[in-house]
């Protein structure tokens, strides 16, 4: 693909980077926010170019939805391709349940959907 689509981080995908930012900085130290938020930035810029080197999710309701995900350490990015930009829904620590949280979150009106 020569083109790239369009990214849009979403507002809650946005709020977890900040989380992610924050919690590196205060266990680990402000070098260590960077790398992860710059990784994560590297790995969704890809995805401009590469929108379906992401993997189906394992859960079934997300995946006939068209929900990808897109691993960054131990961080996924949930996204989904629409025409020609890549959506980031959220960014969820792999070492969480995160088809759960994000089950939750659509229940509580926090999810960002279109």
């Known amino acids: 693909m020569d083109r790239k689509l369009d990214l849009r981080i979403l507002t809650p995908a946005q709020f977890d980077l900040e989380r992610i930012a924050l ?10 926010a960077r790398k992860i938020t710059d990784a994560l930035y590297n790995a969704m810029e890809h995805l401009r170019r ?15 939805c068209g929900y990808r995900g897109l691993l960054e350490g131990h961080y996924l990015c949930v996204y989904r391709c629409i025409e020609k930009t890549i959506f980031i829904y959220h960014i969820a620590d792999t070492r969480n ?6 089950k939750t979150l659509q229940k509580s009106g ?5």
Do not use: C, K
Request: no cysteine; charged share 20%.
């Open 23 to 32: 919690l590196h900085s205060s266990y680990v130290g402000p070098i260590s």
């Open 50 to 64: 590469f929108p379906e080197m992401g993997f189906e999710l394992p859960d079934a309701e997300l995946r006939s």
């Open 97 to 102: 349940d995160y088809p759960q949280l994000w």
């Open 110 to 114: 926090n999810a960002e959907t279109l």
